[in-house]
């Protein structure tokens, strides 16, 4: 299966190594079969020990490096790197229950118990390492253990699967989000530049209204001078008609004076 996923130089060195300590895992059980004396079949198991304690450490590290590269690779191939990635954890806890068969088997012969994973010093729990400490159980207690831990992997396998859909629908979102932001910003970029282009254009028309209403002032003054004029004009030919042996007022140039009034004689009849 590691040989049809395409991977990157590292994660198959990474892989190969796994691989070789799965191998030197199933040949260890297989010679701690032939083994009778407890002494030996307790060493034995001390070596299998480390040997799993290296297996888990290059998980870690297969699964660190598959974060890293997580953008380098389409999304199937992801989805084809972590279905590996938990498949060498399932294995990895097959031989976990292995080894606690037989360190049972051990303990229950009175032998020395060998404590896997909990050497001095280690501040990491045992839960997260994946491996337990051998306990009085039977083997189908065992077994079952290990059946009931891999069903618990396998739902937090689906629950992060069920995590990364939530946060990458949440990015989708986010991204749909941007855009429509960046367009609305751009409206409003558009609607301020044409709000702009109206004021502008009130103003040139409140400065037209403002010329507008200058002429027409100017030119009701003047109209309003030429109607003085004409109305003084027509009093004084009024006032010469009226009276025309007024001396004070003079002749309107251009206007013929009155006509004085003729005096009709009557003849006598007789004429």
Not at 27 to 49: A, V
Not at 105 to 125: Q, T, Y
Not at 127 to 149: F, T
């Amino acid at each position: 299966m590691a040989s049809e996923i395409q991977m990157s130089p590292q994660l198959e060195q990474i892989d190969g190594e796994i691989r070789d300590n799965f191998r030197a895992l199933a040949n260890g059980f297989q010679k701690l079969d032939k083994i009778k004396d407890p002494n030996r079949q307790s060493k034995q198991l001390e070596e299998l020990t480390a040997k799993m304690r290296e297996c888990k450490r290059l998980i870690k590290e297969y699964d660190r490096e598959l974060k890293d590269d997580k953008a380098r690779y389409s999304p199937e191939l992801n989805k084809q790197l972590n279905e590996r990635k938990q498949s060498l954890i399932k294995e990895l806890n097959s031989y976990v229950t292995l080894r606690k068969t037989y360190t049972t088997s051990l303990a229950a012969a009175g032998n020395k118990r060998v404590e896997l994973f909990d050497g001095a010093g280690s501040s990491e729990p045992t839960g997260e390492e994946n491996i337990q400490v051998a306990s009085p159980m039977s083997n189908q207690e065992l077994i079952d253990a290990g059946k009931r831990r891999m069903d618990e992997t396998d739902q937090a396998i689906e629950r992060s699967k069920g995590i990364q859909f939530v946060v990458e629908q949440t990015m989708e979102v986010g991204a749909q989000t941007g855009v429509a932001l960046k367009g609305q910003t751009e409206q409003m970029g558009r609607i301020v530049n044409d709000l702009d282009t109206i004021q502008f254009s009130i103003k040139k028309a409140s400065q037209l209204v403002k010329e507008i209403g200058r002429r027409v002032a100017t030119d009701k003054c003047i109209m309003f001078f030429l109607f003085l004029v004409v109305c003084g004009v027509v009093a004084i030919i009024i006032v010469k008609i009226v009276n025309p042996g007024n001396k004070d007022i003079r002749d309107i140039p251009g206007l013929a004076p009155p006509t004085p009034a003729r005096r009709l004689l009557s003849l006598p009849a007789n004429y």
